[in-house]
């Protein structure tokens, strides 16, 4: 549900008002989002060092599931911003069309040890119609993408992953959820960063830290990086 | 010795806040600071002061300082009524505070949250470039408590030039907060009842997002159904949740959301509606200017 199964034949991309300092553009999977926000920051650092370059003004650059959201410092700056953004929009949409394989450009591929033992197995296994060892192979055996952020700082939406482990969220979220839980919901993967409230099935927990603001940088995660969970016993 | 703010009392919610910690959105990260912006950065400019030094934002009254060391200060946003050691001084005045002197905020007779900014700035430990604190994320100083002991920076060169500041205060009405459309407008049924509707500032409001009561607004036929990709959200965002009740985003709200995002609110009204009290009216207009 996360990205587009079949690539041929992407609508689009189309950009859409978001007040007097930004603009939306709306693309046709979490790749293209992925490809259109890794252009628009590339273009973004280029800008900065060029004093009068619209781009210099540019603050933010922000993927969702489908769109790019890049929010400037305030209204100068935004009807060139806006239309460079239309141009690279139909750039990705086309190189993505036109790309085979299963993921866009690739970078390193993170590995993220986890021990199977969350207290939403046995319902997800239900959910799926998959034994828990299933659950685990399906988990474990693609590598997912981060998509896009948000919740909390360092929580990344992972998709592109088998697409059997599609869970609803719980009906009653749970009011603390230990940081470093493995969950799933709604087709995403995602890891806690620190201890929260949530709603995701818990399928397992990790010990790598998601997020330390004393770190550089602070999150492990970043849209567009690669992961793949390992199964393993109790961490070191 | 140095010199610092030794709070006495807090009132109800007194947070570090400066202009927040921008270009982390993509990794979660919302950039918070000052909810009021326009009165956090004149409390700057009063001060003489160079842009972002953090300072106290004071909901609704009643914290009390106590100056160590000599310092110069200034109340800047909702008027509360500052006494220094029992005398009344101006709001939106510099004023020097000599060491010992106890500096006390009441109750603003309108808006919401007053910003106490000192010469030097509050100098606590920043996280990732900010002293803010994010009520969403967790990120920046815990909440100011009584007892606490605030260091201040050293001053820039300058200091005050002006006496006062002629600000207006914030109304205490109705407030008419002017807009531009969101990228999601069409997912609203009738979306010119998002500008007829007198809406009231419900008592769901703190520094994410100010929700407003009133009829619910309806999703339009051909979004009935849709759940909406998540999608980064801007200060200022007007959303409208499952149940059809705007929320105004602040300073700390989400990078990300799940519900259509129908407007914008201008950067100069969010500050205003960052100022209203639950219970107050609240219009939504059209920037007539949109092009």
């Known amino acids: 549900m996360a990205s587009s199964a079949d690539r041929p034949g992407l609508a689009p991309a189309r950009v859409l008002p978001c007040g007097e300092a930004a603009v939306l553009v709306e693309v046709a999977d979490t790749r293209s989002a992925i490809a259109l926000a890794r252009q628009a920051d590339a273009r973004r650092r280029a800008g900065s060092e060029r004093p009068g370059d619209p781009w210099a003004l540019v603050g933010e650059v922000v993927p969702g599931e489908r769109t790019v959201l890049v929010v400037l410092a305030g209204p100068a700056g935004l009807r060139a911003v806006r239309s460079d953004l239309a141009a690279l929009a139909a750039v990705v949409t086309a190189g993505s069309a036109a790309e085979t394989t299963q993921v866009g450009p690739l970078e390193e591929l993170l590995e993220i040890d986890v021990v199977y033992d969350g207290p939403d197995l046995a319902v997800v296994a239900r959910h799926t119609g998959l034994t828990v060892p299933e659950v685990v192979a399906a988990h474990t055996g693609r590598p997912w993408t981060v998509g896009f952020t948000g919740f909390a700082p360092g929580f990344g939406y992972l998709v592109d992953g088998d697409p059997r482990l599609t869970v609803p969220r719980l009906a009653d979220p749970r009011p603390r959820v230990p940081a470093g839980s493995v969950a799933l919901a709604g087709g995403y993967s995602g890891i806690y960063p620190t201890a929260s409230p949530g709603g995701w099935q818990l399928i397992g927990r990790t010990s790598a830290v998601l997020w330390d603001s004393d770190r550089r940088p602070p999150a492990l995660l970043r849209p567009g990086l690669r992961l793949r969970f390992r199964a393993v016993g109790e961490p070191a | ?291």
């Not at chain 2, 998002?194 to 009829?215: K, M, Q």
């Open chain 2, 1 to 291: 010795m140095n010199r610092a703010l030794e709070v006495l009392a807090t009132g109800p919610l007194t947070l570090v806040e400066d202009l927040g910690r921008p270009g982390y959105a993509a990794v979660g990260v919302p950039r918070s600071g000052a909810a009021d912006r326009a009165a956090y950065l004149l409390a700057g400019r009063l001060l003489g002061e160079p842009v972002g030094r953090a300072a106290l934002e004071c909901t609704l009254g009643g914290l009390v300082v106590r100056a160590r060391g000599s310092l110069t200060v200034v109340v800047t946003g909702a008027p509360a009524p500052a006494t220094l050691d029992g005398r009344p001084v101006g709001h939106a005045a510099p004023l020097h505070l000599p060491e010992g002197a106890v500096l006390a905020l009441g109750m603003p007779p309108t808006g919401l949250r007053a910003y106490l900014a000192v010469r030097g700035g509050i100098d606590v430990a920043p996280v990732l470039g900010s002293r803010s604190t994010d009520i969403l994320s967790g990120l920046g100083p815990a909440p100011v408590r009584s007892g606490a002991l605030l260091p201040v920076g050293e001053p820039g060169p300058g200091g005050p030039s002006v006496d006062v500041a002629p600000v207006a205060a914030p109304p205490g009405g109705a407030v008419t907060l002017r807009l531009t459309p969101g990228p999601r407008l069409d997912w609203i049924a009738q979306a010119r009842r998002l500008v007829d509707t007198p809406w009231i500032v419900s008592s769901r409001c703190d520094r994410v997002g100010v929700r407003l009561g009133g009829p619910a607004l309806a999703r339009a036929a051909a979004w009935a159904d849709a759940e909406l990709p998540s999608e980064g959200v801007v200060r200022g965002a007007v959303q409208v949740p499952a149940d059809g009740r705007p929320i105004v985003f602040l300073a700390d709200h989400p990078v990300t959301g799940g519900y259509p995002v129908v407007a914008v609110v201008e950067a100069a009204d969010v500050d205003r509606v960052a100022q209203c009290r639950p219970g107050q009216p609240v219009r939504l207009a059209w920037t007539p200017a949109w092009p």
